[in-house]
């Protein structure tokens, strides 16, 4: 069974930068896109970030375009999120999934546990 192993979270202030990371337990066929997923206090779990396993493809979320990176290292199985300009807003639990891709939940056969990111004003 895939085990997706986040970490890399943290308290950081507006305007700064983390990295988190995702390692996989081994390698999966039917994960076709690795993403990033995020939920705040009181609200819904959300799609942040998706990268395509085959081309390398990238799609995000109007929210983080432009400041956030998502990025693939197959050697590793590691997938990375890059965070810059972080905002108050971004404050929420990290989640990294594995599955067909696309902005639903249902999509995305393996979750990890999930990573704290908190942006303080």
């Known amino acids: 069974e895939v085990q997706l192993v986040e970490s890399g979270g943290g308290l950081v202030q507006a305007g700064e930068s983390l990295r988190l990371s995702c390692q996989a337990s081994?390698?999966?066929?039917?994960?076709?896109?690795r993403a990033w997923w995020r939920q705040a206090p009181g609200r819904e779990r959300e799609g942040v970030a998706i990268?395509?396993?085959?081309?390398?493809?990238?799609i995000y979320a109007e929210a983080v375009k432009d400041r956030f990176t998502i990025s693939y290292n197959k050697h590793k199985n590691t997938v990375y999120l890059q965070m810059n300009n972080l905002k108050p807003e971004d404050t929420a639990v990290y989640y990294c999934?594995?599955?067909?891709?696309?902005?639903?939940?249902?999509?995305?056969?393996?979750w990890g546990q999930g990573t704290q990111v908190t942006v303080s004003s």
């Open positions: 990268i395509n396993n085959s081309d390398g493809s990238t």
């Open positions: 081994e390698i999966t066929l039917n994960a076709h896109a």
């Open positions: 999934a594995a599955g067909l891709g696309g902005w639903v939940q249902a999509w995305y056969q393996f």
